[in-house]
């Protein structure tokens, strides 16, 4: 099955300076890759995703890239504020099945004002 | 806006006690599911289910189960509950369709087995 692996598992950066979440994915079949953030006390929340027939979409100050070939995906945040001060998860699946989703283990980051 | 309620955000219970867990969607969803977060641990699927009364297990359903009468609701049971099962307990649903991949969660259930 999927397994999904997401580093670091903690970031911390300065305000203003840009932040990169990397998750890499073993099943070769698995085509839609969404990033979910949950604030302190709240539920996760998509932020943004994308489908193996793209590599990069991006939103705002959000931007994801993936690479097929090397089945590694990440996340950017750039100009980074306080409010992005989050745990972020990846995720990976296979689009069109019963299949779930398979969750990386998280992102704690931190913006230092 | 989807909406996933949870009917409990704070739980207290004691080791052996029998514990509900309740979900409800508003959005005629098919696919509902069970998660579990712990820190460090990420979400971990417990279980979900395609469609009423159909119910799959997921990567850690030991000492749990669940019940899917309506389509709206997804109950997690806690037969006898464990110290190892304080957590916090994640519902979601999604829509089973085309373009239907977004999981909406619930704002989660914090449990504590004393």
């Known amino acids: 099955g999927e397994n999904v692996e997401q580093h670091p598992s903690t970031l911390s950066v300065q305000e203003g300076d840009s932040a990169v979440i990397k998750c890499t994915y073993s099943d070769s079949a698995s085509n839609y890759f969404p990033w979910y953030k949950q604030e302190l006390g709240k539920r996760p929340q998509l932020i943004i995703d994308i489908r193996s027939n793209v590599g990069e979409k991006k939103d705002q100050r959000i931007a994801v890239t993936l690479n097929k070939t090397a089945k590694h995906f990440s996340l950017h945040i750039t100009e980074t504020q306080p409010e992005d001060s989050a745990v972020y998860f990846c995720?990976?699946?296979?689009?069109?099945?019963?299949?779930?989703?398979?969750f990386g283990k998280g992102t704690k980051l931190s913006v230092k004002p | 806006d989807v909406k996933v309620t949870q009917s409990s955000r704070y739980l207290v219970k004691r080791t052996g006690e029998k514990v509900f867990l309740e979900c409800v969607q508003d959005m005629d969803h098919e696919n509902m599911f069970w998660y579990r977060q712990d820190p460090g641990l990420g979400l971990r699927l417990i279980y979900f289910s395609y469609d009423v009364k159909m119910k799959e297990k997921g990567d850690i359903p030991e000492g749990y189960s669940v019940s899917r009468e309506k389509k709206e609701r997804f109950s997690l049971i806690l037969e006898s509950a464990s110290t190892n099962q304080t957590s916090m307990y994640l519902c979601?649903?999604?829509?089973?369709?085309?373009?239907?991949?977004?999981?909406?969660f619930g704002e989660g259930s914090w449990l504590t087995v004393v």
């Open positions: 995720a990976a699946m296979k689009e069109g099945s019963q299949g779930n989703l398979i």
């Open positions: 979601a649903s999604r829509f089973s369709g085309l373009g239907g991949n977004t999981i909406y």
